[in-house]
């Protein structure tokens, strides 16, 4: 158990749709990564945010956003779902902003029909 | 443009079947490199930094090795609970974000 905690696990929606995913960090952790995978891309690098300020944005889409709040909890936020943003999406979390051994949370499985 | 590329894709081993596994980057001014393990229907589990060639990890039967071009994770005497996807990383000239590879998929047999 890395200590970061995702929910949902699974969701599964329609096109078109708007989803929120939510991860906790680790206690003490300050800075917080999204990373999507699918089987064909990997793992991609979204955004990450260190204590409430966005620090580094990656290859995230416009119709994608995310925050994080003043507990430190992080939310990403999927509008106008394309059947493309099934994945399973990841949360990662690091003590400081500038280290690359992250703790991954057990994902969120997005299935869009 | 592949900052990282992983082979193979695949890799099947007999327990106690010693074999490496390569990343090659193709950054300049390497911040760090990183290895972790995935297993099925788990998040990536940190296991190694690297920071500059020449540089060796090690733990357990696992050892992490990084020259100008390329990491090598070698597998000693690998047992079946050593099976798992094996992903290198790289830190990107312009930031700290992880670039990752697509993974090496290992299959240990008894």
């Known amino acids: 158990d890395s200590g970061v905690t995702q929910t949902p696990k699974h969701l599964i929606t329609a096109t078109g749709q708007r989803v929120t995913l939510r991860c906790s960090p680790r206690?003490?952790?300050?800075?917080v990564y999204w990373y999507q995978q699918s089987l064909d891309q990997g793992l991609q690098f979204l955004i990450q945010?260190?204590?409430?300020?966005?620090?580094a944005k990656g290859n995230i889409l416009e119709r994608f956003s995310a925050q994080q709040f003043p507990d430190l909890h992080s939310e990403l936020n999927l509008s106008s779902l394309e059947l493309g943003d099934s994945a399973l999406y990841f949360c990662?979390?690091?003590?400081?902003?500038?280290?690359?051994?992250?703790?991954f949370g057990e994902g969120s499985r997005l299935t869009v029909l | 443009e592949d900052q990282v590329t992983q082979s193979p894709e695949a890799l099947r081993l007999q327990e106690g079947e010693s074999s490496s596994l390569n990343c090659s980057y193709t950054?300049?001014?390497?911040?760090?490199l990183f290895w972790y393990r995935q297993d099925p229907g788990k998040g990536p589990e940190f296991l190694f930094t690297?920071?500059?060639a020449g540089e060796e990890k090690e733990k357990e039967r696992l050892k992490a090795t990084l020259t100008k071009k390329e990491s090598f994770l070698h597998i000693t005497a690998p047992k079946p609970e050593d099976s798992a996807t094996y992903l290198c990383?790289?830190?990107?000239?312009?930031?700290?974000?992880?670039?990752f590879g697509k993974g090496t998929s290992l299959l240990v047999t008894p």
């Open positions: 690297l920071y500059s």
């Open positions: 206690s003490g952790d300050l800075s």
């Open positions: 945010y260190y204590n409430g300020e966005e620090r």
């Open positions: 950054v300049s001014g390497l911040r760090g």
């Open positions: 990383a790289v830190q990107v000239p312009s930031g700290y974000a992880l670039n």
């Open positions: 990662a979390s690091s003590v400081v902003w500038d280290t690359g051994e992250l703790f």
